[in-house]
């Protein structure tokens, strides 16, 4: 088993920043990917951002040169650093695992999931 927990999500201005963090904890996989994933109101979920340990990084068109992923040393915490937040980023975003090499943009295919973080950007 494998549990994810989300923090950093809150209320932010447009144009603002924020930073989301996953603490993993459980088993250990050898392959692996671990993505963030983000549901507004009425809309699918939808992948954001993603690596996985066959060294393939994903970015959702919408978010490309403002949101990066990345990982600590210890393959413990995931993070999501949010930037030039625009208010259609609102959402609940959610960190999910596989216990595959590589992404896969389809919610079903994640077995992981931690419980989800708000985040506001106001306009």
């Known amino acids: 088993q494998v549990q994810l927990v989300e923090s950093g999500g809150g209320l932010v201005q447009a144009g603002g920043s924020l930073r989301l963090s996953c603490a993993r904890s459980g088993h250990t996989f050898s392959t692996y990917t671990m993505g963030w994933f983000r549901q507004a109101p009425g809309k699918e979920r939808e992948l954001v951002a993603a690596?996985?340990?066959?060294?393939?990084?994903y970015y959702a068109d919408s978010v490309k040169g403002r949101f990066t992923i990345s990982r600590d040393n210890a393959k413990i915490m995931v993070h999501l650093q949010m930037n030039s937040l625009k208010p259609e980023d609102t959402a609940v975003y959610y960190c999910?695992?596989?216990?595959?090499?590589?992404?896969?943009?389809?919610?079903?295919?994640?077995?992981?999931w931690g419980q989800g973080t708000q985040v506001t950007v106001s306009s």
């Open positions: 999910a695992a596989r216990t595959s090499g590589s992404y896969s943009i389809e919610p079903r295919w994640y077995t992981y």
């Open positions: 690596f996985s340990s066959g060294g393939t990084t």
